[in-house]
Nanobody, 124 residues
Framework: QVQLVESGGGLVQAGGSLRLSCAAS????????MGWFRQALGKERKFVAA????????DYDDSVKGRFTISRDNAKNTVYLQMNSLRPEDTAVYYC?????????????????WGQGTQVTVSS
């Protein structure tokens, strides 16, 4: 199985940027489609972005489209989420997840492996 560790979260002012990283160990990351999800306090975990194994196709929730970019470097076993023009409503714990069988789908249930999460807080 694969182990995932997120990093790069923090406190940023509205309009600012952060880049999250998700480092994989245990298995080659290229075996997995990858997704980013977020969970605000007291709310359910929601899809943010996903990328296919090769990186040739990406998908974004409408709330982040045009502001966030998902990418991957399979040689470094790492997936990234570049977040620009951040808003207070982007505040959440951000999780990366690995999907062994799918193409990088939106449902939480499609992903078999999860990181521990990294907190992103956007102040107004």
């Amino acid at each position: 199985q694969v182990q995932l560790v997120e990093s790069g979260g923090g406190l940023v002012q509205a309009g600012g940027s952060l880049r999250l990283s998700c480092a994989a160990s245990g298995r080659t990351l290229s075996r997995y489609a990858m997704g980013w999800f977020r969970q605000a306090l007291g709310k359910e975990r929601k899809f943010v972005a996903a990328i296919t194994r090769s990186g040739g196709r990406t998908d974004y929730d409408d709330s982040v489209k045009g502001r966030f970019t998902i990418s991957r470097d399979n040689a470094k076993n790492t997936v990234y989420l570049q977040m620009n023009s951040l808003r207070p409503e982007d505040t959440a714990v951000y999780y990366c997840a690995a999907d062994l069988y799918g193409l990088g789908d939106r449902p939480v249930s499609k992903y078999e492996y999860w990181g521990q999460g990294t907190q992103v807080t956007v102040s107004s």
